[in-house]
């Protein structure tokens, strides 16, 4: 599988030609990548589908050269990469950018709290180390997204598609996850305290590390959800449904799953 992966990563950034850093990029990705179709696998997906979903992980290609100093004689995709950049480290307070096109943009280290977002196309973008308390993000395309160490705390994410997105040592108190698809979400170390996840619908949903004391899955379906090394003692998961190793999991560290239904 390994094999596979550096081909993956090989065909990814084939038209970027031989970058500088290109050998480095690729091996701290690989690790990456490695790291979560083995978290998959342990999950009890197959290795075809293991795979998939890892690779499904990936992103953006464009966001990730955005952060990478290359060879600009190098052979480059049409896209304009300047172009995903442009709102990197910019202040964009109480900002309406509700129903744009900014897929694949570069919003980290950027100050943009209470700004709307709502229906727009995010996909693939990243908000590393941003601040986005009181944003909104209601009905947003944020698939592939990366919010590593944002805050996000009082965010509104209802309604928005969040699948394979990353909110690692993300701070989440008070945000509003109603109707959002969180398919392969990751939410690595992040402080989800007091979170509703009432009535969810939850596929490969990660919580590993994370905080959630008082949070709640009531009445929430899960299928292949991660809770490694979160304390889910005192969880609500009262008239939940999920499928029979999220159950022995969540039973083996003592949640109280008395009222959950097994399929």
Do not use: W
């Amino acid at each position: 599988m390994n094999d596979q992966l550096k081909q993956f990563l090989s065909n990814a950034f084939q038209p970027y030609g031989d970058f500088p850093a290109r050998r480095d990029v690729e091996q701290e990705l690989l690790a990456n990548l490695t790291e979560k179709y083995n978290d998959f696998k342990v999950e009890g997906k197959s290795d075809d589908e293991a795979y998939r979903l890892t690779t499904e992980s990936f992103g953006d290609v464009a966001e990730i050269m955005a952060h990478v100093s290359h060879d600009q004689a190098a052979t480059e995709p049409s896209q304009n990469i300047g172009d995903a950049s442009r709102f990197r480290a910019t202040a964009l307070v109480e900002a309406d950018l509700a129903d744009t096109n900014l897929a694949g943009g570069n919003f980290s280290m950027s100050a943009l709290n209470g700004a709307n977002f709502d229906k727009a196309d995010l996909h693939g973008s990243t908000f590393k180390a941003a601040a986005l308390k009181d944003a909104s993000f209601v009905g947003a395309n944020l698939a592939g997204a990366n919010f590593d160490s944002s805050d996000l705390q009082n965010v509104d994410l209802s309604s928005a598609n969040l699948s394979s997105a990353t909110l690692r040592r993300c701070a989440l108190r008070g945000a509003n996850f109603t109707d959002a698809v969180l398919d392969g979400t990751e939410f690595k170390q992040a402080d989800l305290s007091g979170v509703s996840f009432d009535g969810q619908t939850l596929r490969g949903t990660v919580f590993d590390n994370s905080s959630l004391k008082q949070a709640t899955f009531a009445g929430a379906s899960l299928t292949n959800v991660s809770f490694h090394h979160t304390k889910v003692k005192h969880i609500s998961f009262d008239g939940a449904t999920m499928d029979k190793v999220t159950y022995a999991l969540l039973k083996g560290v003592n949640a109280n799953v008395d009222n959950v239904t097994v399929q």
